[in-house]
């Protein structure tokens, strides 16, 4: 009986994130933030199968044209496809949210702000110092020094890898991995901070002194007792973190630094627009990717905004309102 | 000795700052020590990777077509042979003496001079902006505490997210189309040298700037004041007869006026990064939009002014909001 009851506990214990995906999912308004996003994430994933005309692919006759039944979107300067544009640049835009998330600036920002306290002095001083030497420098500012540095030498090193870097550099892929690889040497310095404060606090705590004295290791303290307890945290950090990586990459792409053409992407399609030249012959170039990407970063943000309320406690409920 | 000057009036800034605090100034002192310690390594890792970039600056000033002798002849002249460590030791002391070097694309003119040509535009639609941004922010953020849980409150949060929600590269051109293209109320694009900023030309670009800030703001402003707006001493000055003004300004500002003015500074300091976007596609000669030509150019001299005053710009920043934090409340010493 005793051991089937410590499985029960333990395994409620893992579920945090499943209780707050069922909370979401409760939530009307959230559930319609949910829909948006799933959207934008199934015209990404029907692209790897399916658009309705290639998203390549000249027709100078059909240039400009406004939306229609062919054409949902209208078709842009040299007349291929919006809207098969659009899908394909909404699948750039949901690999980089996943791929931060499963192995970018959410997981680096957990590993650089919960472990080191716990396990050397120096690393958390090491850590909290570069932390604060990049955090001091405007993103922007420093994500072009990045560029203007390291992207001929990373072209170099894609080209000497052969067959798989021609591979990467054909499908636009090696533009989305250095632009992975820059936003995530700095998004984790915010939310790294925020962890930190949070874990330096409970570190004091009856229950991780109690794990302590019963022989759990560091390690068993940090996954079990501590990361539990700092979910809400993390799914905030992960949402606004999403937020800034979608506007990193549009700002980068728009200023023809990101994903390079011809492959589309949101802040290349925009690029295209911004002239009062286009935005009068062909609005629909700004209307429908604006639109587009406008409302997942909201949903984002909406997400998080609810989420707030809805994991706050009776008090904090009052307060936020 | 430029930078040596600095140093000195920052030194003086400190010991401003800590007056009759020695708790304070101990702490000025060692954040100040730490300075010298966080700018070597980030400005030699950002000269080396400048440098370290293939396209080396012979080439941008010879031309991409010139042949082995004239480039081997450039590298000569402009010391690009020597060793790194000593054009390392060589350009820093060139910036800190305040000497930048002409650029490479206008090559008649210093950097410094180029800059002072632009940073006006730059700074006559940030400054206005947010001024707009702090008197807006704060009177949305002020109504939506005092209307709390009401409709109003609702409405006024949830249309700050909207309006945080639109990068200012999209919105800009949403205005653009409707209230140029389509209203033709407001012009496409900036016409004129900086004191346009007094016509109708300015409109967009302040809007478009001031918007996202002030729904950020009106949240934060909103967030901070919540605390305090349920305190005893709020309802003794309500039920003194004092008018919401003064109630405002006087108890629930005064009070949450601490993460404020953290906020403030570098918010300042990073307006200019908004306005990369608003600068390119209004087509305004601002300073942003400079820095991304010289960029795209390559035009070292002015690549290694940019980063070596950025960099020691936004070290500053940060030592300031430490420091006002502080003085501010002297318990965070601890």
Known sequence: MDTINTKKTSRFKQSSFAELARLVWQDKLSRIAVFVIGIVVFMALLSFFWTPHDPFTNQVALRRQGPSWSSWFGTDLVGRDLFSRVMYASRITVILTFITIVAGGLPFSIGLGVFPIFYSKKADFAVQRTGEALGALPALFLILILRAGLRPMYDNFVYTLGPAGRWAIKTGMADLFVIFLIISFISWIGPARMFRAQVLQMRESAFVERARMLGASKFRIVSRHILPQLYTY??????????GVVGTE???????????????????????????????????????????????????????????????????????Q | MTLIVIFGLWFVLAILISKNRPSVRRFAFKRFIWVPILFIPIWFGTYSMMKAAP????????????????????????????????????????????????????????????????????????????????FVGLTVGLWATFKKGTWLDTFLLSSALFWQAFPSLILIQFLMLIFSVKLGWLPAGWSGDWTAVFTTTAIIPIVTMSLGGIAGMARFVRTITLNVIDEPYINAAKSRGLGPFRIAIRYVLHNASLPLVTVLLPMFFLSFEGSFFIERIYSIPGFSNFALEALFARDYPFLLFFAFWGILLGLFIKWLTDMLYIRLDPRATQ
């Open chain 1, 250 to 320: 549009l700002a980068l792409s728009f200023l023809g630094i990101g994903i390079q053409l011809p492959y589309p992407s949101f802040g290349g399609l925009l690029a295209e627009s911004a002239n009062s030249r286009m935005l009068s012959s062909a609005a629909h170039l700004l209307i429908f990717p604006g639109l587009v990407i406008f409302s997942y970063i909201f949903a984002f943000l909406f997400l998080e905004l609810r989420l707030t309320l809805l994991t706050s406690s009776e008090h904090e409920r009052e307060v936020l």
């Open chain 1, 234 to 243: 993390i799914v905030h950090s992960a949402l606004l973190m999403i937020v």
């Open chain 2, 55 to 134: 396209g080396d600056p012979a080439y941008v000033i010879a031309g991409s077509h010139a042949s082995e002798e004239v480039i081997e002849a450039t590298r000569e002249a402009y010391g690009l042979n020597r060793p790194h460590i000593v054009q390392f030791v060589d350009d820093t002391w060139k910036q800190a003496n305040g000497n930048s070097g002409n650029s490479f694309i206008f090559s008649e003119k210093t950097i410094a001079q180029l800059a002072a040509e632009r940073i006006p535009y730059s700074f006559a639609i940030t400054f206005p902006s947010l001024l707009v941004i702090l």
